[in-house]
């Protein structure tokens, strides 16, 4: 199994800056794609922004110019860094793997998310 867990949420105001860590644990052999995604309330998970294992990203329209995500292969850790947060941010952000244990196929894994707040 594959655990993911998620860091660095937080209440910061309109402008802000916060960065979010989600690091893989477990039986990993290989971790393709990494992601982070969101829920607000009321509202539908939707993507935020993904990183190949090769460094190739994606981003919401919403988020682009805003957000960056990276990643450290040798730590098996993604990072979501968020700048001029706006209200529209607040949601739960969830982290998302593709991943292979030992002997099994690739899979999705989900992380408990963790909760930012942008409000003044």
């Known amino acids: 199994q594959v655990q993911l867990v998620e860091s660095g949420g937080g209440l910061v105001q309109p402008g802000g800056s916060l960065k979010l860590s989600c690091a893989a644990s477990?039986?990993?052999?290989?971790?393709?794609?990494m992601g982070w995604y969101r829920q607000a309330p009321g509202k539908e998970r939707e993507l935020v922004a993904t990183?190949?294992?090769?460094?190739?990203?994606n981003y919401a329209d919403s988020v682009k110019g805003r957000f960056a995500i990276s990643r450290d292969n040798a730590k098996n850790t993604v990072y979501l860094q968020m700048n001029s947060l706006k209200p529209e941010d607040t949601a739960v952000y969830y982290c998302?793997?593709?991943?292979?244990?030992?002997?099994?196929?690739?899979?999705?894994?989900w992380g408990k998310g963790t909760l930012v707040t942008v409000s003044s």
């Open positions: 477990g039986s990993i052999f290989s971790i393709n794609t």
């Open positions: 990183i190949t294992s090769g460094g190739t990203t």
């Open positions: 998302n793997t593709e991943a292979r244990t030992y002997g099994g196929p690739y899979k999705g894994y």
